[in-house]
T-cell receptor, first 110, second 115 residues
Framework: SQKIEQNSEALNIQEGKTATLTCNYT??????LQWYRQDPGRGPVFLLL?????KEKRKERLKVTFDTTLKQSLFHITASQPADSATYLC?????????FGAGTILRVKS | DADVTQTPRNRITKTGKRIMLECSQT?????MYWYRQDPGLGLRLIYY???????NKGEISDGYSVSRQAQAKFSLSLESAIPNQTALYFC??????????????FGPGTRLTVL
């Protein structure tokens, strides 16, 4: 079965810096990779997606890349703010289903 | 009003009890999903439904059943709850109009504890 792996260690960064989160997949490449934000006690909220044949996608302070050679997606938040602190989930689209990673906690300190 | 609602938000029950979690949506989406979330394991798919007459098992369907009562309603049942079903449960919806891109919209979750 397909697996999506994210760094289980929390990422702690200083306000204003760029946060980079990693998502790796095993076996087959997903048709899309999606990124979600989850705050404590809430459901995930969609942020951005990238197609398998795209290298990079941007939306405001967010950037996501998709490298099928490395089997990896990187998610960047530039000029990070304390309000960006949350858990970020990566998910791969396989057919009609999403396979989620366990998420990485991001803490941005002022 | 929230687009995807779940009831109850919190539930404590005992081993062996039957319990139902309900999900309603006002987004007009055909596709609905049930996930459970456990620490360190991420979201895992329990069941999904692409329309009222279509129900499919997900990754971890054993011990669960679902009912799609209408386009807007999808309920999850635990016939005989056991402690390892203690988890956070999420309902989600998606719209097929975007092809396979499948962005999902999640409800606020139900925290279930089985004693």
């Amino acid at each position: 079965s397909q697996k999506i792996e994210q760094n289980s260690e929390a990422l702690n960064i200083q306000e204003g810096k760029t946060a980079t989160l990693t998502c790796n997949y095993t076996n087959y490449s997903p048709a899309y990779l999606q990124w979600y934000r989850q705050d404590p006690g809430r459901g995930p909220v969609f942020l951005l997606l990238i197609r398998e044949n795209e290298k990079e996608k941007r939306k405001e302070r967010l950037k996501v890349t998709f490298d099928t050679t490395l089997k990896q997606s990187l998610f960047h938040i530039t000029a990070s703010q304390p309000a960006d602190s949350a858990t970020y989930l990566c998910a791969g689209t396989y057919g009609n289903k999403l396979v989620f990673g366990a998420g990485t906690i991001l803490r941005v300190k002022s | 009003d929230a687009d995807v609602t779940q009831t109850p938000r919190n539930r404590i029950t005992k081993t062996g009890k039957r319990i139902m979690l309900e999900c309603s949506q006002t987004k007009g989406h055909d596709r609905m999903y049930w996930y459970r979330q456990d620490p360190g394991l991420g979201l895992r798919l329990i069941y999904y439904s692409f329309d009222v007459k279509d129900i499919n098992k997900g990754e971890i369907s054993d011990g669960y059943s679902v009912s799609r009562q209408a386009q807007a309603k999808f309920s999850l049942s635990l016939e005989s709850a056991i402690p390892n079903q203690t988890a956070l449960y999420f309902c989600a919806t998606s719209d097929f109009s975007g092809g396979l891109y499948n962005e999902q919209f999640f409800g606020p979750g139900t925290r279930l504890t089985v004693l």
